[in-house]
């Protein structure tokens, strides 16, 4: 039942509209529309023919009649109402569109932001772990104000939840260290040290940095977003106008709750990730049990333990205060939530990886 | 009135959530060019009446006809383009947030016609103006706006292809008076020149009293009665009573009454800010 709309000009200069002057049409009538008025047809239209009219037909009708609307003829009431609804949305629809910026402009003025970014970043995370530690040691001596439950409920989420995967994950790295290590190794004849690099590697730097990494995907992000919801749903607020300190009662248990739980994660990860070594030193490469245990007796040192463990409570502190200090950003929507979750991921692993750099160069040259 | 063309027809409608039976054996009949309210208690499942009529909501039985063609019985494309004869206008407007209030406007134009770019930012910028909105809204972002710019950007979008039925979802909620009293004004107005169908549900009895032709009273898991407003209020029914009767029913018809007069005399007015 539908019909293509038509434009004719008839012989006399009139011009004709005939058809569905609808949005099925328009691109067509447009066309024409802009045709029409190039051959210097304006003014009075004779529109009984059409069939079909909306918004889209009346906007190309006021557009031919230009601003003699009572030139358009052979319309009926609804119409005639619809045509005027059109000319009086017009009228105030003259939207002048934003001048445009050149790309260079645009270019600089990103980069700029992003570099004035990290450094407000930088700035707010510094002042956010002061405010912690300042906050920290003014609920310490006062025991009625530890929030022990919260910090409970925080270590099995971050803790005691994660070792499953922060197990398995070093056990297969572990394993993977160790395979690595024995095909290089075996062409001097010297695969019997894969148990040296295995025991280095997992106890100075694979332990820790892996769980520092997983935390920071698993934890941080969601000190994030559930800081981040509470944002916006204004609960934030809430807490402060009943007379509560928003950082002492969510950010701390949860900063003491990873502080808590990640060496021992850590730890978790160091044995993890050695077992797996272990086995696939004793299934490919014809060391037995015994000869590992003894080997990694004769060589591993505590000073390389601690010298891992020294690393977890300082990735822990500086995971929570990144997630805690980006749910804080939040504002509004949850799509800002989803944004600061990322950046709170990024920023994490970020610094856990520079710091681990520093620290790396750092025991090296206190020989440690 | 004489026979009128019946554009929604839901018969024997039954939902069910789980246990919980939302509607069973609900009749509602919706006429071409009038405006139907929808009310009913907290949970007595407007909205997902109004799911069920646009096809969002699988019934679980009963027949629902949408311009008589049963909406569960469609294929894919029939059921497009049933959808494109329809606008809908959600609760919290449903704006897509990462795009501007023009390019949401422009969403259904690109995804059903095929049009050059220019002309759609014309039909944008009609519709948006239609809809009441200043013409550099259109280029913000739904986050920029506030709560009834929101509700008007989401109606340009609903009418971006120009439907024959528009859906409102409770529009005035979280307007201010002044707000809402507007946006009552825009839909009569759309109404009367674009000749639409509206189907709204609401908790505004003011947008009841001053916009609405027939009210359906929606309570024991049916339409209890659905007729012109003073034949409602008049239905012997505890719950209608109790709604209409109430000191916020009282003071919205009086509200009406007056606004009526007033508008009897100064002619047909239609407010916008």
Not at chain 1, 28 to 40: F, Q, T
Not at chain 2, 33 to 57: D, F
Not at chain 2, 90 to 106: H, W
Not at chain 2, 251 to 258: G, I, T, Y
């Amino acid at each position: 039942m539908a019909t293509q709309g038509t434009l004719t000009l008839d012989a006399g200069g009139r011009i004709v509209a005939a058809g569905d002057w609808t949005l099925a049409s328009a691109a067509a009538l447009g066309r024409r529309v802009d045709e029409i008025k190039r051959r210097g047809g304006k003014g009075a239209v004779d529109a009984s023919g059409i069939s079909r009219l909306d918004t889209a037909g009346a906007e190309f009708l006021l557009d031919l009649a230009g601003d003699a609307r009572e030139g358009i003829t052979g319309l009926d009431d609804a119409r005639r109402a619809l045509i005027e609804a059109v000319a009086k949305a017009q009228s105030s629809a003259t939207a002048k569109p934003p001048p445009r910026t050149p790309g260079i402009v645009l270019l600089v003025a990103r980069t700029g932001r992003a570099v004035e970014t990290i450094w407000d970043d930088a700035v707010a995370l510094v002042g956010f772990i002061g405010l912690m530690l300042a906050t920290l040691v003014r609920v310490l001596p006062n025991p009625r104000r530890w929030r022990v439950t919260s910090l409970f409920f925080h270590i099995e989420q971050t803790g005691l939840d994660a070792v499953p995967i922060v197990a398995l994950l070093s056990f297969l790295v572990g394993a993977v260290v160790a395979f690595l290590g024995a095909t290089v190794l075996r062409d001097f004849g010297a695969s019997v040290f894969t148990v040296e690099l295995v025991g280095y590697s997992f106890l100075r730097e694979f332990g820790v940095l892996l769980t520092a990494i997983l935390i920071a995907g698993r934890s941080g992000s969601a000190f994030t977003a559930q800081l981040g919801s509470m944002k916006s749903r204004e609960e934030i607020d809430a807490i402060r106008t009943l007379g509560m300190d928003p950082v002492e009662v969510l950010v701390l248990p949860r900063a003491l709750a990873l502080l808590l739980s990640m060496p021992l994660l850590t730890f978790i990860a160091m044995i993890a990730g050695i077992f797996g070594g272990a086995l696939v030193c004793i299934f490919s490469l014809d060391i037995s049990p015994g000869m590992f245990l003894q080997r990694f007796h004769d060589t591993a040192q505590a000073r390389h333990f601690w010298v891992g463990m020294s690393k977890a409570p300082l990735f822990a502190f500086l995971i929570a205060a990144i997630g805690c200090l980006e749910g804080f950003k939040v504002s509004g929507s949850a799509e800002s939530v989803g944004e600061h979750t990322t950046s709170s991921v990024v920023q994490s692993i970020f610094v856990v990886i520079m710091i681990d750099a520093l620290a790396a160069i750092f025991f090296m040259k206190l020989d440690l | 009135m004489s026979e009128r063309e019946t554009i929604i027809e839901v018969r024997g409608l039954r939902n069910q959530f789980g246990a919980q039976v939302v509607h069973e054996n609900l009749d509602l009949d919706v006429y071409k060019g009038e405006i139907l309210g929808v009310v009913g208690g907290s949970g007595s499942g407007k909205s997902v009446l109004l799911r069920s009529i646009i096809g969002l909501n699988r019934p679980a039985a009963g027949s629902v006809k949408l311009f008589g063609r049963e909406v569960t019985e469609l294929s894919d494309a029939e059921r497009s383009a049933l959808e494109q004869r329809c606008g809908v206008l959600f609760q919290n407007g449903a704006l897509f947030s990462s795009l501007t209030v023009a390019e949401n406007v422009m969403v259904p134009l690109r995804e059903h016609h095929d049009l050059p770019l220019a002309l759609m930012q014309r039909l944008a910028a009609l519709k948006i103006a239609l809809a009441g909105l200043p013409a550099d809204a259109g280029a913000k972002y739904p986050s920029q706006l506030s709560g009834g710019m929101i509700k008007r950007a989401a109606l340009a979008r609903s009418l971006a292809l120009d439907p024959d039925v528009l859906f409102l979802d409770e529009p005035t909620a979280g307007l201010d008076p002044i707000g809402a009293a507007a946006f009552d004004a825009l839909i009569l107005t759309l109404r009367e020149s674009l000749g639409l169908t509206v189907f709204l549900i609401t908790h505004d009895l003011d947008t009841l009293y001053t916009i609405c032709d027939r009210v359906a009273v929606l309570a024991d898991k049916r339409v209890l009665i659905a007729d012109s407003l003073d034949k409602v209020e008049r239905f012997d029914e505890p719950w209608v009573r109790e709604y209409f009767q109430g000191p916020r029913g009282r003071a919205a018809e009086h509200a009406a009454a007056v606004s009526g007069e007033r508008s009897a005399v100064s002619g047909k007015s239609a407010p916008m800010p």
